[in-house]
């Protein structure tokens, strides 16, 4: 009997282990991807960033025309003001969306969401969607976006 508890413990522990928390699987006609936290770019892909501002209540979108043949993107939302709240969606090109994302999402209130897709990523235009949730006053971000 024991054993067969140290065993159980044993697989729900291996399990724990091997999916980080925040990870998801996101499943669709044309594609299966996995959203995990991360914390750094690809080697020699570090995209540029791009510097923006936004109010309380406010949207902004960016959007990224992909080619085919990419299987992973790799979003950094930063602003690094904890007492100020963002969230972000993605858009596919299908026009299907997974979020919202939040600050916590790896885990930690740091005032940034970094996440990556992997799969066979679809061909077309994705668009980040930032939403200032609660600012006091305006907030200003970054972001980073990267396909490999």
């Avoid at 980080?20 to 669709?28: L, Q, W, Y």
Wanted: aromatic residues 12%.
């Amino acid at each position: 009997m024991k054993i067969q508890i140290l065993f159980i413990g044993m697989l729900l522990l291996t399990a724990c282990c091997v999916m980080p928390a925040g990870a998801a699987d996101f499943s669709d006609n044309a594609a299966k991807y996995t959203i995990t936290p991360w914390y750094k770019f690809t080697d020699g892909c570090k995209a540029l960033p791009l510097y923006d501002t936004i109010t309380q209540g406010e949207w902004k979108s960016h959007s990224y025309l992909l080619p085919a043949g990419k299987t992973r993107i790799e979003i950094a939302l930063s602003w690094g003001n904890t007492q100020n709240t963002l969230y972000m969606l993605i858009k596919k090109p299908d026009e299907s969306s997974y979020g919202p994302y939040y600050d916590s999402f790896d885990g930690i209130a740091n005032g940034v969401i970094p996440l990556t897709i992997n799969g066979n990523i679809a061909a077309g235009q994705w668009t980040i969607s930032i939403n200032g949730a609660s600012v006091s006053g305006t907030q200003l971000y970054t972001l980073q976006f990267n396909a490999v």
